[in-house]
């Protein structure tokens, strides 16, 4: 056990606030994680952390510790991606985060094909439609659609992600094709919903002849997860906005069709967000040139 492990233990107990968390995401057991707190402790002669049975929080001397250990993590990573980048061999476990329907359909099938050619990289793939904190979870980097709210993360922008407001033929026959948002509204038709623990916002933005307009639809029907909304819509029980690049194989069999085709979606962001310091790992940068370029036909393709 070196002091590095204690000072890379220290950092990622600070910022996830809890030892158990901390542990988990360095994959070693709270015992462990507990031990070299109290070793790099031991080493320092000051508490780092003031501890009670229900709470963390870091002491005076914990606050500014953590800036100089910040810097050495970054100058270490800093030298290890020149070493990497003078020997092109990439090494080391990769932790990415993707929205379910954009990592099932474009960036999990890209995994095989890089590991292919990465022998030594793992790769740590989680999705999930919620928004991820880069930091608190231990992420190198996160495919997302739509508008970040954390302006200190750099964000490398993919395409401009065309969407579909759609419906089953059933659920057409039964209630009527839309023509437009205002129909939406007018006709009180059922609109299925993304919606996620802390989500600040339920409204489609839709193109109208007077530019962009919000659209507060509502619905009965409400989950987490994407593919669950397609489902619901196959099944017939609402009208749901979906990239198109998700519904395509639907809409090309006829299983879906557009409705309210006069206001279209606007189009949605898709990028990759990273945090600066993660930026300078080599094979962040590599991994996400890689899947870049090989899912940014599959918008078009699908349109």
Known sequence: MSYFDNIRTFVRVYELGSMSAAGRDLRISSAVTSSRISQLEEHLGVRLFQRTTRSLS????????????????????????????VTEHLKGALYVAAPLGVGRRLIAPQVPLFLAQYPDVSVRLRLTDRKVDLTTEGLDLAFFLGQPEDSNLRIRKIADVPRVLCASPDYVARRGMPEDGDALLADRHECINLRFPGAAEFQWRLETPEGPRRFAVAGRYESDDGDVLTDWALGGHGIVLKPVFEVAEHLK???????????????VQMACLFTHRRRQDPKTRIFMEFVIDRIGAAFWQAG
């Open 58 to 85: 870091p002491t005076e001397h914990g606050q500014s510790f953590y800036r100089g250990a910040t810097e050495i993590l970054a100058a270490v990573e800093s030298a290890e991606a020149q070493i990497v980048n």
């Open 253 to 267: 069999s006829g299983a879906l069709v557009p409705v309210a085709e006069k206001t279209p979606p606007v189009p």
